[in-house]
């Protein structure tokens, strides 16, 4: 069974696995540029969704990393999740109650994981992984704030971060899981930024340092091209240091659908 995923601009990304779909991180409306109009960052679209909320094809999970709405998007949640009522939702526990109150879903439809938690949908098998944004947090009784989730399915083993940034111990603990394709963020991280509200993530030399310290053969970048304020220019993708590295870079088309390619 072939796995394809298409790209739906920032973080998001729809899973296909046979006639089953999987989407993490969707935001597919413009609630943001809404929220920030005449702030400092107007979080103003670069490109227009690829699709609606209602576009999407049957469901059987979708996966939200952290309560950043660029990542649990009520514009995007709400009207999926009551067009889609076989679809559940799945977030990080010390989120639940936002990803709630965001889609306006039954909590018998939740799923809140930790770290190391794995569950399976259709034929996906989903395990979720810290992630630092830009530093691992935690609640107060010990939750990841920000996960990342390993995904099965179809020969395919794939590793999205959500929002993350290095931190110690990432490479081990995905070096444990024979990754075949890391999806990571690479719009990277500065003070700036980071005082005025925006934490970063990745840069793409780092995404791509991780991918060769936990022996993932393949990277695709993501998280730029949707706000100006917060992107990366992949004509600065450095390919030569991936290629030393041995790590492949598939650099993602907004709105396109791409073969991830498994070795085992």
């Known amino acids: 069974m072939t796995l394809l995923a298409r790209w739906l601009g920032q973080a998001g990304f729809l ?6 779909h999987l989407a993490v991180d969707p935001y597919l409306s413009d609630s943001l ?15 227009p969704a690829p699709l ?37 939702l799945v977030c990080p526990r010390p989120a ?51 996960l990342g989730y390993v995904i099965d399915a179809g020969g395919t083993r794939v590793y999205h ?33 980071r005082d005025n509200g925006v934490p970063g993530n990745f840069t793409f030399d780092e995404a791509v340092r991780l991918c060769a310290a936990a022996g993932i053969g393949t990277l695709v970048p993501h998280h730029w091209g949707m706000f100006a304020f917060n992107t990366a220019d992949p004509a600065d993708f450095d390919l030569g240091l991936a290629g030393a590295l041995g790590v492949t870079v598939t650099v ?8 991830l390619r498994g070795r085992r």
């Open 33 to 47: 540029a809404e929220k920030y109009a005449g702030r400092l960052f107007p979080h103003t679209r670069m490109r």
């Open 252 to 259: 993602p088309q907004h709105g396109a659908t791409a073969v």
């Open 52 to 88: 609606g909320p209602l576009d999407l094809p049957p469901l059987v999970a979708v996966l939200c990393t952290h309560a950043h709405t660029d990542h649990m998007d009520p514009g995007t949640l709400t009207p999926l999740m009551a067009a889609q009522p076989m679809a559940r």
């Open 15 to 20: 899973f296909t696995a046979g006639k089953a």
């Open 161 to 193: 971060s959500g929002d993350c940034a290095p931190w110690d111990g990432l490479a081990a603990w995905l070096s444990r899981m024979a990754i075949d394709v890391a999806l990571l963020p690479v719009n990277g991280r500065d003070a700036y930024r």
């Open 96 to 146: 639940a109650g936002e990803a709630l109150r965001r889609s306006g879903a039954a909590e018998s439809r939740l799923d809140p994981l930790r770290a190391g938690e794995r569950t399976g949908y259709g034929p996906f098998m989903v395990t979720a992984v810290p992630s630092a944004h830009e530093e691992r947090t935690v609640d107060e009784h010990g939750d990841d704030r920000f």
